[in-house]
Protein backbone atom coordinates (compact mmCIF):
# COMPACT_ATOMS: atom_id res chain seq x y z
CA UNK A 1 0.00 0.00 0.00
CA UNK A 2 1.14 3.82 -0.93
CA UNK A 3 1.84 5.73 1.89
CA UNK A 4 0.03 9.18 1.82
CA UNK A 5 2.33 12.24 1.06
CA UNK A 6 1.93 15.40 2.49
CA UNK A 7 3.10 18.87 1.45
CA UNK A 8 5.11 21.27 4.07
CA UNK A 9 1.82 22.89 5.01
CA UNK A 10 0.45 19.77 5.70
CA UNK A 11 3.26 18.13 7.04
CA UNK A 12 3.63 20.96 9.47
CA UNK A 13 0.04 21.26 10.78
CA UNK A 14 -0.08 17.28 11.30
CA UNK A 15 2.65 18.07 13.73
CA UNK A 16 1.52 21.70 15.55
CA UNK A 17 4.64 23.57 14.56
CA UNK A 18 5.20 26.32 11.86
CA UNK A 19 5.84 25.25 8.24
CA UNK A 20 8.88 27.58 8.11
CA UNK A 21 10.12 25.32 11.08
CA UNK A 22 10.19 22.44 8.46
CA UNK A 23 11.62 24.29 5.70
CA UNK A 24 14.22 25.49 8.26
CA UNK A 25 15.54 22.14 9.72
CA UNK A 26 15.38 20.79 5.63
CA UNK A 27 17.67 23.44 5.11
CA UNK A 28 20.25 23.61 8.27
CA UNK A 29 19.94 20.10 8.88
CA UNK A 30 19.03 20.99 12.65
CA UNK A 31 15.58 20.90 14.76
CA UNK A 32 13.18 18.73 13.58
CA UNK A 33 14.70 16.14 12.16
CA UNK A 34 11.83 14.57 10.12
CA UNK A 35 12.24 13.01 7.06
CA UNK A 36 11.29 13.76 3.24
CA UNK A 37 10.92 13.65 -0.55
CA UNK A 38 12.30 15.26 -3.01
CA UNK A 39 10.23 14.76 -6.15
CA UNK A 40 11.80 17.20 -8.38
CA UNK A 41 11.53 20.61 -7.05
CA UNK A 42 8.54 19.03 -4.81
CA UNK A 43 8.82 18.29 -1.24
CA UNK A 44 6.60 15.83 0.67
CA UNK A 45 6.33 14.20 3.87
CA UNK A 46 5.06 10.27 4.41
CA UNK A 47 2.64 10.64 7.03
CA UNK A 48 4.30 7.12 8.34
CA UNK A 49 7.77 9.31 9.02
CA UNK A 50 5.52 12.11 10.79
CA UNK A 51 3.75 9.04 12.99
CA UNK A 52 7.33 7.72 13.68
CA UNK A 53 8.43 11.60 13.96
CA UNK A 54 6.06 11.59 17.19
CA UNK A 55 6.30 8.09 18.80
CA UNK A 56 9.93 8.36 18.70
CA UNK A 57 9.73 12.20 20.87
CA UNK A 58 6.91 10.86 23.24
CA UNK A 59 8.16 10.72 26.60
CA UNK A 60 6.75 10.12 29.94
CA UNK A 61 8.30 12.65 31.70
CA UNK A 62 11.53 15.69 30.95
CA UNK A 63 14.04 13.16 32.21
CA UNK A 64 13.62 10.90 29.57
CA UNK A 65 13.54 13.57 26.57
CA UNK A 66 17.01 14.50 28.10
CA UNK A 67 18.17 10.68 27.99
CA UNK A 68 16.54 10.89 24.16
CA UNK A 69 19.07 13.98 23.29
CA UNK A 70 22.25 12.63 25.10
CA UNK A 71 21.73 9.01 23.45
CA UNK A 72 21.33 10.85 20.50
CA UNK A 73 24.15 13.18 20.52
CA UNK A 74 26.81 10.52 21.17
Request: a positive charge; charged letters at 30%; glycine letters at 6%.
Amino acid sequence: MVDKLLNTKQASEYLGVNDKSLANSRHTGRGLQVPYAKLGKVIRYRLSDLDDYIENNTFNHTGEAKEAVNVKVK
